[in-house]
């Protein structure tokens, strides 16, 4: 595995890989990886010939009262797991070279920027839509994997995708779990055992409404409400959002006539958690 802390190396050598008429694959990340990126990169493994993984913690998709200082940074660690998984390219740079001073432009994907997480984040999203796309820029993958924990993220990627006509094929992997349900995330490295109990709750929440829908629900508000009593029950979670919402724009489902997300977002302690599944 090659590590690369520079845009122009960086750039070198994926186009030298695609010279050479290779399907690069990109899986970007912040690092602390867990099973959910690996699955990524394994994904990325098996549809591409030449792999590239970005760690970057992106100051952009922080506020000022988030945890961009304290964000888990464990670089060896992460390094050996992609050296094994048989990563090409690790691009790593610091945050200088990512925003050198004076930078003025950002990639906002109006209306869905300001939906679900992005309500609660302002910002957020405009940070990883302009990251990412510098990220595509420089790498030029062929194809990029997100996973679907992140939703409205890879939502937002595929209209920014489409809308600027980017040559990148977006491919988004099913959430990874722990045994007990708890979709895998870097924050869950900061729940306190009693916490990571709490945070549980999150996972029930959906399956309730999950089993309403599979029980003939169709009102997006009562399957709503199935998911509040839920959450009801843990009090040391506290709801920032449940939303049914169709996976594409975003938007408030009425009732469920085609595929709808119904997506939670919850702090366990001060970690902010998030959780999604399909209808
Ligand atoms: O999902 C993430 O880890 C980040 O939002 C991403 C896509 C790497 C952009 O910083």
């Not at 595509?136 to 809308?163: C, L, N, T, W, Y």
């Not at 600027?164 to 900061?190: F, K, Q, T, W």
């Not at 009801?232 to 489902?253: F, G, K």
Request: glycine content about 6%; proline content about 6%; some cysteine.
């Amino acid at each position: 595995m090659k590590s690369l802390q520079t845009i122009a190396d960086m750039r070198t050598a994926s186009r030298a890989a695609r010279r050479e008429g290779k399907r690069l694959g990109f899986v970007p990340t912040m690092g602390a990886l867990h099973e959910g990126h690996l699955s990524l990169v394994r994904a990325a493994r098996a549809q591409c010939d030449v792999v590239a993984v970005s760690i970057f913690v992106n100051p952009l998709q922080f506020g000022p009262q988030e945890d961009l200082a304290k964000y888990p940074r464990p670089f060896e660690r992460d390094s050996e797991l992609l050296k094994k998984e048989g990563v090409d390219f690790l691009f790593a740079p610091a945050p200088e070279e990512m925003y050198p001073g004076g930078a003025v432009t950002y990639v906002t994907v109006e209306s869905l920027s300001d939906k679900l997480c992005g309500r609660s984040r302002p910002g957020h999203f405009r940070g990883v839509t302009t990251v990412v796309a510098k990220l595509f820029h420089i790498v030029e993958p062929d194809s990029a994997f997100f996973g679907q924990k992140d939703a409205a993220q890879a939502a937002i990627i595929r209209r920014m995708v489409r809308d600027l006509n980017m040559p990148v094929e977006i491919a988004v992997r099913p959430i990874v779990r722990e045994p007990d349900g708890l979709a895998m995330s870097s924050r869950n490295a900061y729940l306190k055992p009693d916490e990571r109990k709490s945070a549980l709750i999150l996972h029930r929440a959906l399956t309730e409404v999950k089993n309403q829908f599979d029980q003939g629900q169709r009102r997006g508000a009562a399957l709503i409400e199935s998911g509040k009593q839920v959450l009801a029950q843990e009090p040391a979670v506290r709801l920032d959002y449940l939303e049914i919402v169709d996976p594409d724009t975003l938007d408030p489902t009425e009732v469920i006539t085609r595929p709808a997300l119904v997506a939670v977002a919850g702090f366990a302690g001060t970690t902010r958690l998030i959780d999604n599944t399909l209808l």
